[in-house]
C-alpha cells in the first residue's frame, strides 16, 4: 500500500505506524503529484516505523499489509495527534476460516456513533478496602509492619 504523507504546517511532523515497518521511498519538497512516483527509491529503502515530513514537503511510504488486526498510523507531535491527525487501518485475514484473526475483546470502549454497542465493564479493584476482611488484613500488615521497624 502507498501512503503518501503531505506536510503543509510550518514545523516538522514525525509519524509512527505501530505493528509494521515501512519503506521510504520517496521525499521532496512542494505537493505531491503523481508525477512523484518517477522519483521513489524502490531498491535499497530502509525499513522503518517512524519517518518524518518536513515543512512544506511530502514522504512517500510502501508498506506490505500482512500483518493481521487494526494499525494505528499516527503523528508523534502530541497536538496534532490530539487534533486527529492519526488514522487506523484494518487488515484484514483473507482466509475463509478465520483462524488467525481474534474477535473483539468484550471489554473494548466505544464511543461517539458507536456508542450503543458498549458492553457494561466489569470494574474490579485489586485491593478494595470495602469489606471487614480487606480492613482486618490491612490493619494486620500495618501492625506488622509497625512490630519489625520497633524491634529491628
Avoid at 494499525?71 to 483462524?99: A, C, H, M
Wanted: charged residues 15%.
Amino acid at each position: 500500500m502507498e501512503v503518501i504523507l503531505q506536510n503543509n504546517d510550518t514545523k516538522m511532523h514525525t509519524y509512527h505506524m505501530s505493528g509494521y515497518a515501512f519503506f521510504v521511498v520517496g521525499m521532496d519538497f512542494g505537493v505531491w503529484s503523481n508525477n512523484s512516483r518517477g522519483t521513489y527509491n524502490k531498491w535499497d529503502g530502509i525499513a522503518r516505523t517512524t519517518t518524518q515530513v518536513f515543512p512544506g514537503a511530502w514522504t512517500a511510504i510502501l508498506v506490505s499489509l500482512d500483518n493481521v488486526g487494526v494499525w494505528n498510523l499516527r503523528t508523534e507531535n502530541l497536538d496534532s495527534w490530539f487534533l486527529g491527525q492519526e488514522t487506523y487501518i484494518r487488515v484484514v485475514n483473507s482466509e475463509p476460516t478465520n483462524k488467525t484473526e481474534l474477535p473483539m475483546p468484550d471489554n473494548a470502549l466505544f464511543c461517539g456513533q458507536l456508542g450503543k454497542l458498549q458492553k457494561p465493564q466489569d470494574i474490579s479493584y485489586a485491593t478494595s478496602m470495602r469489606g471487614n476482611e480487606s480492613k482486618f488484613s490491612f490493619m494486620m500488615m500495618v501492625l506488622v509492619s509497625a512490630i519489625f521497624v520497633v524491634f529491628q
